[in-house]
Nanobody, 119 residues
């Protein structure tokens, strides 16, 4: 299993970023997928999830209305569009295999991509 995130960076408050996750080594289309983040000196926080077909999505209250998760099963790629970013969104963002519970329990994550929101 390999999950490789990209797209992180530094952005001002109110800005946008789009994260991508390239998956390989397993049948991507057969798994729910999630995004998880971890801020400095905090525990990991589940952010968003999507079902196998992409038709059902889930969000943490902290990002609802600002973030959009999506997937392209033909490209084995997971995305997270992040708009109206806030300083409290600063964290290392991980692509995670599985539904929200499985993502946090099994911890099949990539190496992470850093998102920093600062003026």
């Amino acid at each position: 299993v390999q999950l490789v995130e990209s797209g992180g960076g530094m952005v001002q408050p109110g800005g946008s970023l789009r994260l991508s996750c390239a998956a390989s080594g397993f049948t991507f289309s057969s798994y729910d997928m999630s995004w998880v983040r971890q801020a400095p000196v905090k525990g990991p926080e589940w952010v968003s999830g999507i079902n196998t077909g992409g038709g059902t999505t889930y969000y943490a209250d902290s990002v609802k209305g600002r973030f959009t998760i999506s997937r392209d099963n033909a490209k084995n790629t997971l995305y997270l569009q992040m708009n109206s970013l806030k300083p409290e969104d600063t964290a290392l963002y991980y692509c995670a295999r599985g539904s929200p519970v499985a993502a946090m329990t099994n911890r099949i994550w990539g190496q992470g991509t850093q998102v920093t929101v600062s003026s």
